[in-house]
Nanobody, 123 residues
Framework: QVQLVESGGGSVQAGGSLRLSCAAS????????MGWFRQAPGKEREAVAC????????FYADSVKGRVTISQDNAKDTVYLQMNSLKPEDTAMYYC????????????????WGQGTQVTVSS
């Protein structure tokens, strides 16, 4: 079974930065893509950034383009989300996910999920 553990969340002021980390363990060979999703109270879960684990192709939500970068280490066991110029609307629970389904930029394309890490941005 694949396990995903997020870390790096916290509270920051608007304009600040955070780097989220996702450590993967277990069998991950079937995970074609990994991603970061977020869910704010009263809103649907949405993709923030996704990465194909083999080609390193990336997807970014329009709301975060230019402010965040998703990356994966050479061993493919850790995925990062570097977030800069944070805004209050970025406040949400952030989840790491891995999967082999489709679409790869949608929750429907993912099979394994972490427990989440809270990001709070104050103005």
């Amino acid at each position: 079974q694949v396990q995903l553990v997020e870390s790096g969340g916290g509270s920051v002021q608007a304009g600040g930065s955070l780097r989220l980390s996702c450590a993967a363990s277990g069998y991950t060979a079937n995970s074609n893509h990994m991603g970061w999703f977020r869910q704010a109270p009263g809103k649907e879960r949405e993709a923030v950034a996704c990465i194909n684990t083999f080609s390193r192709n990336t997807f970014y939500a329009d709301s975060v383009k230019g402010r965040v970068t998703i990356s994966q280490d050479n061993a493919k066991d850790t995925v990062y989300l570097q977030m800069n110029s944070l805004k209050p609307e970025d406040t949400a629970m952030y989840y790491c996910a891995a999967g082999f389904g489709y679409p790869w930029y949608s929750p429907a394309g993912y099979n394994y999920w972490g427990q989440g890490t809270q990001v709070t941005v104050s103005s």
